[in-house]
């Protein structure tokens, strides 16, 4: 591969641990890297044009990150940010004013209020549509020309799967300049390398998986065009959404088992998955490992493994939902997922709390939907601790 740093070793766990940093290139030989905590580097002239000069501009602790990153998405470039929002909101100085961008409906509420409600007022229009409808999607390529089509391969929170081929494919046919992104949160370069498929850009809340240990909040991107690369670097500097050292650090050091992490959640996630199937209090369980999955065939065509995020409906309404969510003990009640540990949260009143109803109800967010990060947990005890506190709704 004709790559910066992408792609190292052809093996994902050694480029996880390996990429980005040897050694042998550190002036004390230290096996882990140092954190460059330093703002400023000093210059030989009062000029800019060395790679470090000042640390929003570039920093060697996030050097080191976006290598691993890049090589763990087999991308030639790869760039770090703030938050995944902060990612995102990045990505969108790509547009001017006028520009439409059609996005999937079924998305993290977070994404949905930055292009509902933030973009408009600097004239750039985003149309939602369900992309699991192909014809939808089709004619709001025709209709709209959009400059970006953005979507999750598993949405989030209701974990439908986006045949991320063929909304390549027909957008390509339809607008080839347009840029296409997928978030690959859900399911991290382990299960899938969106790039491979043709997208243009992989946004990752590395706040999730990647880190995997809830003491970061971060997002990245990667990407393979060189020119777009360019304007990347320029925006970290200009709009100033960067992490900071010690951050990238973290990130570092919780990709190193990214492999291994993603195995066992996966693992616990069927397990907790097929408890959950059969439960008399559960009216229906989303998963897109579980054979009754309506996408289980296009998941399996498509991902490597299924994550280990599940969504469940619990039979009753909200009061009965929100008892059985206080009296989870193993399971934390938080916002986030991706981490150790088992996060519950509630999609209608936490992340996708800034859709209207009507909105939530389109994409089947009730009143009792539950959404569960599967942690690293014994699967036994996340098993024990939900049918605990089912017996109390
Ligand atoms: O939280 P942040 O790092 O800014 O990432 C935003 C984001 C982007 N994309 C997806 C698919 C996400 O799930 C998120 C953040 N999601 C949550 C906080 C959540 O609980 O779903």
């Known amino acids: ?46 000029q800019t044009g060395t790679e470090f000069v000042y640390s929003r501009t570039h920093n060697p602790s996030r050097k080191i990150l976006e290598q691993a990153l890049a090589a763990i998405e087999g991308a030639k470039h790869a760039f770090c940010f703030a938050s995944g ?26 994404t949905f209020c930055l292009l509902s409600e933030m973009l408009p007022r600097f004239g750039v229009q985003t149309t939602f549509v369900d992309f699991t409808k192909m014809e939808s999607l089709v004619a709001a390529l025709k209709d709209k020309k959009p400059k970006m089509v953005w979507f999750e391969i598993v949405t989030n929170p209701t974990l439908h799967i986006i045949d991320a081929r063929a909304v390549i ?5 339809i607008v080839p300049e347009a840029i296409i992104i997928v978030d690959n949160t859900f399911l991290t370069p382990y299960y899938s390398k969106p790039l491979d498929l043709g997208a243009d850009l992989v946004l990752h809340s590395l706040t999730k998986y990647i880190n995997g240990h809830s003491d970061v909040v971060m997002g990245s991107l990667a990407l393979n065009d060189d020119s777009m690369a360019k304007k990347f670097r320029r925006f970290q500097n200009n709009l100033g959404i960067i992490p900071s050292p010690f951050d990238c650090y973290q990130v570092n050091r919780g990709l190193k088992t990214l492999h291994i992490r993603m195995k066992q959640h996966d693992k616990n996630a069927l397990v907790v998955a097929e408890f959950l199937e059969k439960h008399p209090k559960i009216e229906r369980v989303l998963y897109p490992g ?53 996060l519950a949260e ?18 089947d967010i009730t009143d009792n939907l539950v959404r569960l990060s599967v942690g690293l947990e014994s699967a036994e005890d996340i098993i024990a601790d939900l049918d605990e506190a089912l017996k109390t709704k």
Do not use: W
């Open 169 to 173: 494919k027909s957008t390509r046919d």
């Open 346 to 363: 509630f999609p209608a009143t936490m992340t996708h709390s800034t859709m209207s109803q009507e909105e939530r109800l389109k994409i």
């Open 85 to 110: 929002l902060g990612a995102a909101t990045t990505m969108t100085y790509l547009l001017q004013s006028g520009d439409n961008i059609v996005c999937a409906s079924n998305i993290y509420g977070g």
């Open 290 to 342: 579980l054979e009754s999955h309506p996408q289980h065939h296009l998941a399996r065509t498509l991902m490597k493994g299924y994550g280990g995020v599940i969504s469940f409906y619990v039979k009753g309404d909200y009061q009965h939902t929100r008892r059985f969510l206080k009296s989870l003990k193993v399971i934390t009640l938080a916002f986030s997922l991706g981490s150790f540990e088992s």
């Open 1 to 46: 591969m004709d790559s910066e740093c992408g792609d190292e070793f052809h093996h994902f766990a050694t480029d996880a641990i390996h990429a980005g940093y040897k050694p042998s290139d550190s002036q004390s030989k230290a096996v882990i890297p140092s954190i460059c905590l330093s703002t400023v580097f000093k210059l030989d002239e009062p």
